[in-house]
């Protein structure tokens, strides 16, 4: 799988450097003097390569039974459990953030493999009463063939696992394209189906730069569907580049997600919330609060509590038990919020915390960004409009709910929403009138449960859902068939 710390690509049941032969170095973004080690910085070459050998295995893993399929994947969900310390020490490395984060998402990666191996056993069509009444009709599912899988760093093991799993249950081959800071994490889960025993060709992996790569996985014709969480402006070019040749394909992209407190909240679970919600993970999740949206009556006591418990947060590398917050996952993402939190302070909000660099000098080696709040927001301003991706939370004050639903919805995106309150009836209204994929009562905006349909409205997604049974959908084309003696 290596040669000295440098990682290879995965073809044929192979590992495999580059027919370019250039590496790229994988950074620890909480010291970068730290190399986590290398990786293949391939060529199309090398992406035309590992399609071929998808293409050659796809005939045989789609005639396996599910069951047969799903023995597979619930030994890769073994091998991964086994290594989960090593793979979470890994992926804290490349993207910084805390080991305990890490761990909770390298199980929750065992989690989705073993929920889709048991997927091999479920039901995969209906009878559908003919209006023949000595014929029978039933749906039945196909695979698409071979399905590219196109990852952000964010979520290193969750988000290949969510996408992968689930072509490969239902009967694709798959070549992924992780993202280049989360390279190495990705080769470590490759190594789970190579030793689980997956026939060569099954999953391939090519790493390398995202325009040639994912560029290349977009325009590629025996490419049968595409699958991609990432950025908004990628996203929609990959969209368009793969409906022009008729490929099949579902987008996850960004959120702007609001957390609504109304003044019968339990103010404290709602601080709790917001800064769960907003800052875990550096605030690098699509589903992070951004918003916080809180009624006037409260704003000023829910305002005090936040701002002062956002202040005791300890920031640091991801391997010190004491550190809550790591840094920002690479050197463009930390400049992206720090010149999203100059705007905020030059189009006239009103910082309260936060707002740089730290200045500790154990801290100068990493892409760390202070853990910061506004207040003053309206909802015209850039940082209550456009995704951040960091450690920012924009409080707007309300004084009618639906004032609050008007401004919650007020943004391009509609991925994840939450409310605090007890009333029932502002729930009911929340439920009817938020536009966003996943609405979530007393309760933070992110953290999705792998068994649910997962996605979002708007600009959020290409209304698509993964995750759960929804996956299904996207993973394979409905067969209808007429049956006559
Ligand atoms: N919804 C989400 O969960 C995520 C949202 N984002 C949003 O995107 C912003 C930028 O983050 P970034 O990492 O640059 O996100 P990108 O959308 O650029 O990256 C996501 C994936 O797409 C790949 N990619 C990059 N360019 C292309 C291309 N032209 N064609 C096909 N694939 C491509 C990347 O490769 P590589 O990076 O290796 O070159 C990576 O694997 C963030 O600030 C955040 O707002 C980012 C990550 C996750
Ligand atoms: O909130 C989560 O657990 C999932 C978030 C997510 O999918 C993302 O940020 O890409």
């Known amino acids: 799988m290596t040669i000295e710390q440098t990682y290879l690509n995965y073809i044929d049941g192979k590992w495999t450097p580059s027919v370019t032969g250039r590496v790229t170095a994988s950074l620890n973004p909480a010291d970068t003097n730290d190399i986590a080690g290398y990786v293949q910085d391939s060529g199309e070459e090398d992406l035309k390569l590992a399609v071929s050998a998808a293409n050659r295995a796809k005939g045989a893993w789609r005639k396996l039974s599910g069951a047969a399929r799903g023995d597979y994947l619930f030994k890769a969900a073994n091998l991964l459990e086994a290594r989960l310390a090593d793979i979470a020490e890994t992926m804290m490395r490349e993207m910084g953030k805390t080991l305990a984060e890490c761990k909770g998402e390298a199980a929750r990666g065992v989690a989705i493999l073993r929920y889709y191996a048991g997927e091999g056993m479920r039901k995969i069509g209906d009878v559908i009463p003919s209006t023949d009444n000595e014929a029978m009709m039933f749906t039945t599912r196909v695979p698409l063939g071979v399905v590219g899988v196109i ?85 929609k070019q990959i969209g368009q580049t793969a409906l022009a040749r008729g490929a099949k394909y579902q987008l996850e992209m960004g959120g702007k997600n609001p957390l609504i407190v109304a003044e019968d909240a339990n103010l404290d679970l709602a601080v709790e919330a917001a800064i769960s919600g907003g800052l875990k993970s550096t605030g690098q999740k699509c589903t992070a609060t951004s918003r916080i949206l809180v009624q006037a ?189």
């Not at 730069?209 to 595409?226: E, K, L, N, V």
């Open 151 to 235: 990852t952000p760093w964010n979520f290193p093991v969750a988000i290949p696992m969510w996408k992968m799993a689930p072509a490969l249950i239902y009967g694709n081959t798959v070549v992924i394209k992780p993202a280049i800071e989360t390279s190495i994490t990705a080769a470590k889960l490759l190594a789970c189906f190579e030793e689980a025993g997956l026939p060569p060709g099954v999953v391939n992996m090519v790493t390398g730069d995202g325009a040639t790569i994912g560029g290349g996985i977009a325009r590629h014709p025996d490419i049968h569907g595409i699958t991609f969480t990432g950025s908004n402006k990628i996203g």
């Open 297 to 485: 009556s409260v704003y000023e006591t829910f305002r005090a509590k936040l701002v002062d418990q956002v202040k005791r947060l300890r920031l640091g590398n991801g391997n010190d038990s004491a550190t809550w917050m790591g840094p920002c996952a690479n050197e463009r993402q930390r400049d992206t919020v720090l010149s999203y939190i100059d705007k905020g302070i030059a189009e006239g909000a009103n910082l309260l915390c936060g707002g740089g660099v730290p200045a500790d000098e154990e801290l100068k080696l990493g892409y760390y960004v202070q853990p910061t709040v506004f207040d003053g927001v309206t909802s015209k301003m850039t940082i209550a409009q456009e995704e951040i991706f960091g450690p920012v939370l924009a409080l707007i004050p309300f004084n009618h709910l639906e004032e609050a639903i008007s401004v919650a919805n007020d943004v391009e995106y509609g991925l994840s929403a939450s409310i605090f309150t007890q009333n029932i009836g502002n729930i009911l209204a929340f439920i009817a009138d938020m536009d966003a994929g996943l609405v979530r009562i007393n309760a933070e905006t992110a953290g999705v449960e792998l068994q649910a349909p997962f996605g979002g409205m708007k600009q959020s997604s290409s209304h698509s859902r993964e995750q759960g049974q929804a996956a299904i959908e996207f993973f394979t084309s409905i067969k209808t068939v007429f049956l006559k003696a």
